[in-house]
């Protein structure tokens, strides 16, 4: 037997899949954001530019074909946000701010574990063209409400951290170099390759001996200048104006280098370690992608898998709308078959959920075979419903049975 690959699920049930999609696209509708597609292929080198070169998900995510080809080099998307902003450009988008989203799968060379795949969809929600920092609280305020009031989740916090501009960065990263040299001796491997390579990456460490150094490591909120400091403090001033609430984490950069000032993560210890199912901030691209201008943004990226996790352990709060009655014809011979689809025909067309068994059996298998379908209704089809023109119906539920004639089945059964 052929398994499926490592790193992936069939999902057998989308239910639960389809009314967390329907509910954000109402949402997100409401704050009248569009929905809107991207390819699953690009180029790797949008990825190399947009996310960067040194990146965990660059350097060893990527699924690249043509690899030693960098011009002819294409990738399955490893994320959705450089994609939304390449057509941004390439489309020449006027609207600004453009408000978007987007669904669809994405993959990750990664080891699987639980809440990690190599293939995983994910809900992309863009803001883009808005640089005053009101919309960083506008952004996080709609994505808490459609966690907490839409969802109903309860267990999950969000964690805050400002990153400042590239100047307060910089300063940051020297004092933060200098530090992890002073302390290279306790530290990891891949955290000292990371220190010369892209120091803010250690934070993403999470061996206890490492985690216990980077306690005392200096701080980018130490870092800011006055620009940075007074967004800051409109930021956390808004958010608490907004009643939502935060803890500021100094260790969240997140793991994509074109995060700049805010930088978010919504968390729940439902999760196990891989405990994030939402992540985002605000973000600059345009010359690493196009060569023009860069164009301030705020995103965030949803986890469906993680999401789906979360909201089954939720499923009783919500109102999950039930699947509709099922209504399933029993032709009893192979006689009555022609007229059990020509019956089914006309239910369908009148938008009522129908299935029709044409396997042989007894009237006893065949009723069990309906009742292993989920039916609630049952419409037998016999010689003497057939001679007739009527039908036998049996609601499964109270046991009760009736005969209408057939022209009668739509109205009898609405």
Known sequence: MISRVRGTEDILDLTLYNFILDKAKKHLHVHNFTEIDTPILEHTSLFVRAVGEQTDIVSKEMYVFNKDNDEDSICLRPEITASIIRAYFENGIQQKPWKVFAHGPVFRKERPQKGRWRQFTQLSIELIAAKEIENDAYFLKMIDSFVADVLKLENYAIKLNFLGCSQDRKEHRQALINFLE??????????????????????????????????????????????????????????????????????????????????FEFVSRCLGAQNAFCGGGRYTLGSEIQGSEDVPCIGVGFGMGRMLMLVEQNKEKLLIPPQPPLHVILPMDEAQRPLALILASELQSKGLCTDIILSKGSMTNLMKKANRLGAKFVLILGEDEQKNGTVSIKNMQSGSSSVVKQVDAVTSLK
């Open 182 to 263: 002073q302390n290279k001796s306790e530290m990891c491997q891949t955290c000292l390759d990371r220190k010369d390579k892209n120091p803010l990456r250690v934070f993403d460490c999470k061996l206890e001996q490492c985690q216990k150094i980077l306690v005392t490591a200096p701080k980018i909120l130490d870092f800011l200048c006055t620009e940075c400091s007074t967004d800051w403090e409109k930021l956390t001033t808004l958010l608490g104006m907004l009643s939502v609430s935060y803890i500021v984490d100094h260790s969240l950069v997140r793991g994509l280098d074109y995060y700049n000032k805010t930088v």
